[in-house]
């Protein structure tokens, strides 16, 4: 049986968010991607669409299987960056009175 090959997603087309991954690892937060599967038959079977999931703990949120393989890499690294922009440099503040 000859061996099976490992689907390849698409390579990305923008620079790899260095800086923002790094936030997030320090504050737990992965961004990573699922592949959609069907049942068919006894076997399950890829559709080529994929999913991103941000995880955080016990807390895990996902998009939609709207994703293919060509664009899923570009989607995870802007997902980095989003969470970088958006929760970088917020503070919890101490109110005294």
């Known amino acids: 049986m000859p061996k099976r ?3 390849r997603v698409g390579s990305p ?3 790899n968010p260095v800086k923002e991954m790094q ?3 320090s504050k737990h937060i992965y961004v990573t991607f699922e592949p959609e599967a069907v049942r068919d038959g006894a076997y399950w079977k890829e559709t080529g669409k994929y999913r991103v999931v941000i995880r955080q ?3 895990v949120s996902e998009t939609e299987y709207i994703y293919h ?3 899923i890499i570009d989607k995870v690294n802007e997902t980095y960056r989003q969470l970088y922009q958006i929760n970088n ?3 919890t503040k101490v109110k005294r009175d």
């Open 5 to 7: 090959r490992k689907k």
């Open 69 to 71: 393989g060509d664009e």
């Open 89 to 91: 440099g917020k503070k």
């Open 13 to 15: 087309k923008t620079p």
């Open 57 to 59: 703990g016990e807390k």
């Open 23 to 25: 936030w997030c690892f």
